[in-house]
């Protein structure tokens, strides 16, 4: 019996990894692919969680990660504003990020099976069963799910989000271009929003959210980008100039922003099976690892021998998780409706180049501290 199966191998689940093996747990972490690989996200890291990333060792400095210290905001027609981040952040691949930190979660004695993609959890007698691909199967006291945005496993566990469509898809490109190297920019166009930000090496990440009713009118994810996003001129010359250096795009649909549960079926879900900000925010991936330090300190004191009881564990986690982030994914949803309409998106340009305090503020409400 393992003390703890981790489900999904992102950074909520590899952080957990890491700091549960390091305390001396016996830590099964099970990711449905194989490292290195892409994932659709914008790959701009606030740099709320450097300080915790340093203390455990795990910021990839030899990567060399773009420092990003700007923020462009454009309008669907073109317009711009420009802004000095008090916190920015720095742009890191994915594909290079998550391999980084399976390398330390390995390093700490934690034991990862890829290729392996859960499709069964079952509770009962304060212990779970877990069933994956190849008819693996594994027991422990605590089951972590950090198996990102959707699965088929919230179908199993009937979450209310799963049965709702969501409006929204979600493209992803790396690309070489002529751009600055510490600006992260927002473009707007009709229906979505894209940013462009740098990652290691000569690579810029290219990712947008679009309204799915865009890929219905154009008909093709390229005609979309032609017909739509090329109406603001910034995204026109970006799809005329880069070089793509992906054969094709990276997809996903059904991106909901409703929002979840921290816990359910006494799993303890961590990262975006907990709640999924958006995008606009650009940081998810700080609230995936920040999810995972509360939860390893709490599991932590769990295993305590003067630690508490499994309903504590529960409640603790659910009260911190929605104490740190309930309010930021709820500005989140809120500003998200700033993006996407000519006349919304120049009044957001407005505010950022007329109300700089103003518009600072509303950024920092959808970021937490350093921690
Ligand atoms: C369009 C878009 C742009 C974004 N841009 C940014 C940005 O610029 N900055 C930012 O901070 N955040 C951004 N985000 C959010 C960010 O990507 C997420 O918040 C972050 O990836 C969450 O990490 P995670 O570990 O919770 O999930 P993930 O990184 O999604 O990891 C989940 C893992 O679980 C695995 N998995 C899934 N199901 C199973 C299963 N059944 N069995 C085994 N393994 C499974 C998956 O393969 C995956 O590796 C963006 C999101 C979107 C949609």
Not at 83 to 94: A, H, M, T
Not at 298 to 304: G, P, Q, S, T
Request: net charge positive; with cysteine.
């Amino acid at each position: 019996m393992r003390d703890v199966i981790i489900i999904g191998g992102g950074l909520a689940g590899l952080v957990n990894a890491i700091q549960l093996a390091r305390s001396g747990l016996d830590v099964l972490l099970l990711e449905k692919n194989q490292y290195p690989f892409h994932k659709v996200c914008g790959e701009y890291v606030s740099h709320e969680v450097v300080p915790f990333m340093k203390s455990l060792g795990i910021y990839p400095l030899e990567m060399e990660p773009a420092q990003i210290t700007r923020f462009q905001l454009t309008s669907t027609n073109g317009n711009q504003a420009l802004l000095n981040l008090n916190l920015g952040g720095f742009g890191i691949s994915r594909y290079a990020f998550d391999h980084y930190l399976l390398q330390k979660a390995l390093d700490a004695g934690a034991t990862v099976l890829q290729n392996a993609s859960v499709e069964y959890v079952n509770y009962e007698n304060d212990e779970f069963q877990v069933a994956w691909s190849g008819s693996g199967e594994g027991f422990s006291r605590l089951v972590i799910g950090a198996y990102g945005k959707r699965s088929k496993l919230d179908k199993g566990l009937d979450r209310g989000f799963i049965s709702k469509r969501s409006p929204f898809i979600a493209v992803k490109y790396h690309i070489k271009t002529n751009l600055p190297l510490d600006l992260i920019a927002l473009h707007n166009f009709r229906g979505g929003y894209c940013g462009i930000v740098k990652v290691e090496g000569e690579t810029f990440n290219l990712c947008y959210l679009s309204r799915r009713e865009n890929l219905k009118i154009s008909g093709s994810i390229s005609q979309m980008e032609e017909q739509i996003l090329s109406q603001n001129p910034y995204l026109q010359t970006l799809f005329k100039e880069s070089e793509f250096m992906f054969e094709k795009p990276l997809v996903i649909n059904e991106v909901s922003f409703t929002p979840k549960n921290a816990v359910e079926d006494h799993i303890l879900m961590s990262g975006d099976s907990a709640g999924l900000i958006t995008p606009l925010c650009g940081n998810g991936m700080a609230m995936a690892i920040h999810s995972a330090k509360i939860l390893s300190q709490l599991i932590l004191r769990y295993y305590d021998p003067k630690g508490f009881p499994r309903y504590q564990l529960e409640s603790e986690y659910a009260r911190e998780w929605s104490s740190k982030f309930a309010r930021r994914l709820w500005v989140g949803r809120a500003t998200q409706n700033l993006f996407g309409s000519p006349w919304a998106s120049n009044l957001g340009v407005g505010l950022f180049k007329y109300l700089k305090p103003v518009a600072r503020k509303l950024v920092e409400q959808t970021h937490g501290g350093p921690f």
